[in-house]
């Protein structure tokens, strides 16, 4: 279905009430009204012209044909050849779909000198891996990489396809969806698919407060991206039968208006997504200096302190410590968090760790509800009580 505005021109006087009363400055006046791209299709000018002359009309599309578009490509990440976890993460969930609807799993590889690298992902059960190696591709550039990727899907025609929402995925997975016109859902946070193929994209909307469920039944393929630590990695299957396949871009497709002067590779500092162990610091912490109480927790335990939102906004945490929608997303194998409510916005992003353990002292906090274990008490009591437990434990060890 899609929304489109009609003007009569023989209703409208060029009164220009709508103009005056559409809370987005989406519509202007030269020899006719004009709706510009700020329309939000609200409604409004339609509900309140004094001549009627604006209406919306639902326009049913006709249906895809689905047989036309046929299994799961997942674009393959990585920088210089090293190949981005998040990929082995849309591998595991592809496989899955694609088991699902009895159709072949994919992957395309952009890149050069990657052949080596590309067999490897056939363990991993993929069906086909299609290869663009090429000296001019080895490193991302938005132009070429989306030609690259768009020639893939020219030729096999998949109906879904999953990126990473990594800095790389956002930037390549709305042009190819733009290209297609098709819809694109950014990070998902589960995902599922109906017999008819029909892929069904769930993630947080309006702030968090609803899961939304959003599907794409009009077009083909469907576009998903999904976060890094949100689904789990795939995992080798006994008998890899599948094949690596090469394609050549026109020369005139791998000219890029980017050009690469020198590529830097940044420190690899270790972040709160790594991380086996982490301990969360909500807003029950009184005081930013309290943190360090906490992060003698996390040292203990080998991990590290994340917090939520509002310790960022007070400045008490960089941004990249945070956990939640605007943060990052966390799989840990251990969870501590303290004085955290439990907010949608941030349990949404760590809700699959391996064991979460709560630290609240009011019993009705809504962190209790994904906590595998809990305790009601004050986390000033609580956690120099932990520290020296674990430090008792660590002599006794040690000894
Ligand atoms: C669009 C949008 C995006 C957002 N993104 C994020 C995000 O990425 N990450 C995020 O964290 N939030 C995010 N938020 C904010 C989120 O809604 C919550 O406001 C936030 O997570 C609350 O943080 P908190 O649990 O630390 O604080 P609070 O909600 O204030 O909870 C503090 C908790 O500490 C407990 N407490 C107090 N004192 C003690 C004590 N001494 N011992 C033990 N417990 C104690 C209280 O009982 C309470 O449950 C977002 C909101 C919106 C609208």
């Not at 998040?86 to 899955?96: A, C, F, Q, S, Y």
């Not at 000198?113 to 363990?123: G, P, Q, R, S, T």
């Not at 968090?208 to 949100?230: C, E, L």
């Not at 996390?298 to 939520?308: R, V, W």
Request: net charge positive; proline share 4%.
């Amino acid at each position: 279905m899609g929304l489109k505005i009609y003007i009569s021109k023989e209703k409208c006087d060029l009164c220009g009430v709508c103009i005056s009363i559409c809370p987005f400055n989406a519509i202007e006046i030269s020899s006719e009204v004009e709706i510009n791209a700020s329309c939000k299709m609200c409604r409004i000018c339609s509900k309140k012209c004094p001549k009627g002359a604006i209406t919306f009309i639902d326009e049913v599309r006709d249906d895809v044909n689905r047989d036309d578009w046929k299994g799961v490509l997942v674009f393959v990440e990585h920088m210089g050849g090293e190949i981005h976890p998040v990929t082995h993460e849309l591998i595991g969930k592809g496989k899955e779909l694609a088991d699902k609807i009895l159709q072949p799993l994919y992957c395309i590889f952009i890149g050069s000198d990657i052949i080596e690298k590309a067999n490897e992902l056939l363990n991993y059960g993929v069906d086909k891996v299609f290869v663009y190696n090429n000296e001019e591709l080895k490193y991302f550039r938005v132009d070429v990489y989306s030609n690259a990727f768009e020639d893939c899907i020219n030729n096999i025609k998949p109906s879904i396809v999953l990126v990473g929402a990594t800095s790389i995925g956002r930037s390549l997975a709305p042009r190819l969806a733009a290209r297609f016109r098709t819809g694109l859902t950014a990070d998902c946070t589960a995902l599922d698919v109906k017999e008819n193929t029909d892929l069904i994209q769930i993630r947080p909307a309006f702030g968090g407060n609803i899961m939304a469920q959003i599907s794409t039944p009009y077009t083909r393929p469907q576009f998903a991206t999904v976060r890094y630590k949100v689904m789990d990695k795939a995992i080798c299957v006994d008998k890899p039968n599948g094949v690596v396949e090469s394609y050549q871009l026109e020369e005139s497709k791998l000219k890029s208006a980017i050009k690469i002067k020198k590529v830097v590779h940044k420190e690899k500092i270790p972040g709160i997504s790594e991380a086996e162990v982490i301990v969360v610091a909500g807003r029950g912490v009184k005081t930013q200096k309290d943190l360090k109480m906490l992060n003698e927790l996390a040292k203990l335990l080998g991990g590290q302190l994340a917090t939520t939102r509002p310790l960022v906004e007070a400045g008490w945490a960089h941004y990249t410590k945070q956990i939640g929608l605007s943060g990052r997303t966390v799989k840990p194998k251990l969870i501590i968090t303290c004085g955290v409510s439990g907010a949608v916005q941030f349990t949404a992003c760590m809700n699959s760790s391996e064991v979460i353990f709560a630290i609240n002292k009011d019993k009705n906090a809504p962190i209790f509800k994904v906590a595998h274990y809990g305790i009601v008490g004050d986390l000033y009591e609580v956690i120099p009580m932990l520290i020296e437990k674990i430090k008792k434990e660590v002599n006794v060890n040690a000894i």
